[in-house]
């Protein structure tokens, strides 16, 4: 009786992917587990080098790849120059996760700064465009294009988030729409929205848990690496009839 070999090759074994906003967080999770399941990894980060740097540390570590480079995610040209560096290293880019974001300018409509909308504007939303222009000139079949995008996006459960919400709706409606132009192309386009996430910017122990935990239907906060396990979903061969969705990792907060 013969047996049959069971492949080994991990799933994404020969992909390049590119994580901005890397080196923290949701961000750092997300680059592990790409690495974990086979990826050369490149992450991006701005002012956290040493962060960034640990990152790359602990992919290498358990015999991955990985690169860090320095780009403000609210730069045009440094973003471009970004996924440039990727390809230049690594021949490809078939994943990109379009992650880095920031949450400035809270507060009441009528006493936001134009500044911080125009900070936020360039990080959340021009980053994201760059990023997946410049991306999407070098991905072929099988090319994967995944946002963060948040929950807030379905239920806005506290006041004084507008301007992150507008930013993180706008990728919501891009999202949508690219799936049409690339889709043709093999590439899907898909966003995670994150719920209330233990993260440096919003700790599971920190006074906003203290409002929004109570909403969470599992009773905690959500875990960085659970997020990075619905990336690494849609970043996988298995995730190829996914596209244009909205996938909601939230422990039922919106629900």
């Known amino acids: 009786m013969t047996s049959l070999s069971i492949p080994s090759s991990l799933p994404l074994a020969g992909k390049v992917a590119l994580v901005t906003g890397g080196s923290r ?12 399941d086979g990826a050369r990894v490149a992450i991006t980060y701005f002012g956290s080098p040493a962060k960034a740097a640990e990152v790359v540390a602990a992919i290498e570590t358990t015999g991955g790849k990985a690169i860090a480079i320095q780009a403000d995610a609210g730069d045009a040209a440094a973003v471009r120059a970004a996924v440039a560096k990727v390809v230049a290293d690594f021949g490809a880019l078939d994943i990109l996760v379009n992650n880095a ?3 400035q300018g809270g507060g009441p409509i009528e006493q936001i700064s134009f500044e911080d909308y ?14 997946t222009q410049e ?16 929950s ?12 992150y919400t507008l930013t993180k709706g706008a990728v919501t409606g891009f999202n949508r729409s690219l799936t049409r132009d690339l889709g043709p192309r093999g590439i899907t386009v898909n966003t995670v ?11 599971a122990d920190g006074a906003l848990a203290q409002l929004v935990g109570p909403g969470m ?15 690494a979903f849609l ?19 919106t629900a």
């Open 25 to 36: 967080s949701i961000g750092a999770a997300i680059a592990k587990r790409l690495a974990t």
């Open 101 to 103: 974001g920031i949450a």
């Open 118 to 131: 125009q900070r936020m504007i360039a990080v959340n939303v021009t980053g994201v465009f760059v990023a």
């Open 135 to 150: 991306a999407a000139r070098h991905m072929g079949q099988g090319g994967r294009i995944i946002h963060i995008g948040s």
């Open 152 to 163: 807030m996006t379905r239920y806005a459960s506290f006041p004084g988030a507008s301007l």
């Open 193 to 203: 929205h994150p719920g209330p996430t233990d993260t440096d910017m919003n700790p």
């Open 217 to 231: 239907a599992i009773g905690r906060y959500g875990l960085a690496s659970e997020v990075a396990h619905v990336v």
């Open 235 to 253: 970043a996988s061969p298995g995730a190829a009839l996914v596209t244009g969705a909205d996938v909601v990792a939230d422990g039922g907060f």
